[in-house]
């Protein structure tokens, strides 16, 4: 990927001309200040990451040094709730297939419209720009078992309240929520996305006798399919490390609610104690475990990811 | 035949007018299910104590005491301040140094700029939980920064990669000409980045300062890892939450705070639309 100034021509040894140094010199002086950024926000901590795993750590007295002590002991029977947490997140991550599901369908429905799509495109992006926290408190509200507003209609109908965050229905309610504000930023990339489908393609399609149904399976589908796999591989990595909105409306209970960024958060100094050593090694697995299932998209994307070329 | 034909050609045309509703149907069914919380939330901020708890959507008696309440006996106001202070020097400062290095990319030559611009997408792939508690660790022990804003704002200002590549992109569309020009004039690099492409630039840096700042807005675990108890260093995330949690909720107060929470968000996004809504279309938001 050679797409800006390369170097592959050597400057002859005996003198740059003036203006090539000083576009060097000013070259550095741009990215200087976003390398160092990195280097110390990012790589020292990444590289610490892997020293603090192997260590036991309170943040008080000095990091004593244990091996891979941390990671046999998340491995072994002691630690009861970090992998049923981790299986948590991934059943939670079906909201991320079924909002890209229901955002296709809607981005699809708004770009054949003339009218009113920008009042659609709007409301559906308004409640991805409101913070977590708030968004959480809100629907913590709707579904509460006495006072929310969903058993508040349920009442209304003469039906029997339903504590919509005990364990049979937490996971089905939050999913539910994260789908429908999780829409926004999946629409506006689909509608963008089915703009650039050239129009004769629809125009043949339709020429050939193909219904609207045809024409959204074997034209618009394919088309899109890069961002869907945008939207799968991202909407995965947030979802697995999913934190603000669990912590805000079920705080880890009922546990199949139980995320892992709670658990490790806990360790922190928090509820569970400080272990920073070993919360630090379940952060480097929870990594790796992202880390998979990025790679494993990527492969299978081979199969059903079409680029244009 | 020609009857039939005309028959046929009315049946096709009920079909799309009925498909057409159908549409609108799902779009206006999708957009009431994402109202209908605000509006509750909205309802909820103007009823008393005393309604709070009952069944009726709009309140019986409206009032406003809940704002003042909130603004009053909260930390709130403080909050407010506080999240302004926090993340506008960081947002326009990171902003500017993205926009810097992808200028270097795109328009200078120096040894070492492709394994560089490598190595920066490649941080891309790491993902932030690794970071977190090394970096939790370094602020809390070696540089004394935790219950200070500093391990908020001090790593934003440095500028993003995926905003970087952002301008990058823009960058590789605007023609050469006046910087070409420039250069003949005798004027530095420093002084055509900010007279001559920073001003080009304008709508992707409106559009990346509005992500931003809605980004850092929004923020929760950050500031929740960083700022301590201390009411007053709270950003409005936190400050919301610490009414969540309290022992006796007010719930009439923190529904009304969740409103007040949510202002400087929806206004910038009524405001700026166009420019949010381009740019997400490129990038992505969170």
């Known amino acids: 990927m050679n797409t800006f100034g390369n170097n592959a021509v050597k400057p002859p040894k005996k003198k740059m001309s003036r203006q090539r140094r000083s576009d060097m010199i000013w070259g550095y002086i741009c990215v200087a200040p976003l390398t160092i950024g990195l280097l110390l926000f990012l790589a020292a901590p ?16 000095e990091p004593v040094f244990v091996g891979f002590d941390n990671f046999i002991r998340a491995f072994s029977a002691n630690e009861t709730q970090f992998w049923p947490s981790v299986g948590n997140a991934f059943v939670m991550s079906i909201g991320v297939l079924l909002s890209m599901a229901c955002s296709l369908v809607l981005a699809n429905l708004i770009s054949g419209k003339r009218k009113g799509s920008n009042v659609f495109r709007m409301i559906y992006f308004l409640p991805t720009i409101c913070s977590s926290v708030a968004v959480g408190i809100m629907w913590k509200r709707i579904y509460d ?12 109908f003469g039906g029997d309240k339903v504590n919509w965050l005990d364990a049979a229905h937490a996971v089905p309610s939050i999913i539910f929520l994260n789908v429908l504000f999780g829409m926004g930023t999946n629409i506006l990339l689909y509608i963008a996305t089915i703009k650039n489908v050239p129009a004769s393609y629809y125009e043949a399609a339709e020429l ?45 209970s009922p546990s199949n609610t139980m995320m892992p960024m709670l658990i490790i958060y806990n360790y922190m100094g928090g509820n569970y104690g400080a272990f920073y050593g070993y919360a630090s090694s379940l952060a480097i697995l929870l990594g790796v ?21 | 035949m020609k009857l039939l034909n005309v028959s046929k050609m009315r049946v096709k045309r ?15 069914a999708v957009a009431f299910l994402m109202l209908v919380p605000f509006a509750y939330l909205l309802a909820c901020s103007f009823k008393t104590a005393q309604e709070i708890n009952l069944s009726s959507f709009f309140p019986k008696q409206w009032t406003g005491r809940n704002y003042v309440a909130v ?31 992808a200028y ?48 908020v704002m001090l790593p934003a200002m440095f500028g993003s990669t995926v905003m970087m590549f952002f301008f990058l992109n823009f960058l590789r569309t605007l023609p050469r000409d006046y910087e070409e020009a420039a250069i003949l004039d005798g004027m530095g690099r420093g002084g055509i980045f900010v007279t001559i492409i920073f001003p080009l630039m304008k709508p992707a840096i409106i559009t990346q300062i509005l992500l931003c700042f809605i980004n850092q807005y929004n923020d929760y675990l950050t500031p929740l890892l960083y700022l301590g108890n201390d009411e007053q260093l709270f950003t409005v995330q936190l400050a919301i939450n610490q009414m969540n949690s309290a022992y006796a909720v007010e719930t009439e107060k923190l529904l009304t705070a969740c409103v007040v929470a949510m202002v400087p968000t929806c206004v910038l996004f009524l405001l700026c639309q166009k420019y949010l809504t381009d740019g997400i279309s490129v990038t992505g938001l969170k």
């Open chain 1, 46 to 61: 990444l590289c610490f990451a892997l020293y603090l795993s192997l260590t036991q750590y309170d943040l008080f007295n």
């Open chain 1, 145 to 156: 078992y006495q006072y929310g507003f969903i058993n508040n209609i349920v009442a209304l």
């Open chain 1, 208 to 252: 050939d006798g193909a219904g609207s149904l045809q024409k959204f399976f074997y034209i618009t589908l394919p088309s899109v399919s890069p961002v869907s796999f945008y939207i799968l591989t991202t909407g995965l990595i947030g979802s697995l490390q999913g934190f603000a909105i669990y912590q805000v409306m079920t705080n880890g």
């Open chain 1, 289 to 309: 475990i992202i880390a998979i299932v990025t790679a494993l998209n990527f492969g299978i994307s081979k199969k059903w990811v079409y680029y244009e070329s």
């Open chain 2, 14 to 28: 009920a079909g799309e007018i009925g498909g057409k509703a159908l549409s609108y149907f799902v779009l206006i």
């Open chain 2, 71 to 101: 603004f009053e006996e909260t930390v709130m106001l403080r909050s407010f301040l506080n999240t302004f202070l926090y993340i506008i020097p960081p947002v326009l400062c990171g902003v500017f140094m993205s926009a810097l290095c």
């Open chain 2, 104 to 151: 270097g990319f795109a328009r200078l030559r120096f040894p070492g700029s492709q394994v560089l611009f490598s190595c920066m997408m490649a941080t891309l792939v790491i993902p932030n939980i690794i970071i977190m508690i090394p970096s939790y660790v370094m602020f809390a022990n070696f540089y004394k920064w935790v219950g200070t804003p500093l391990p």
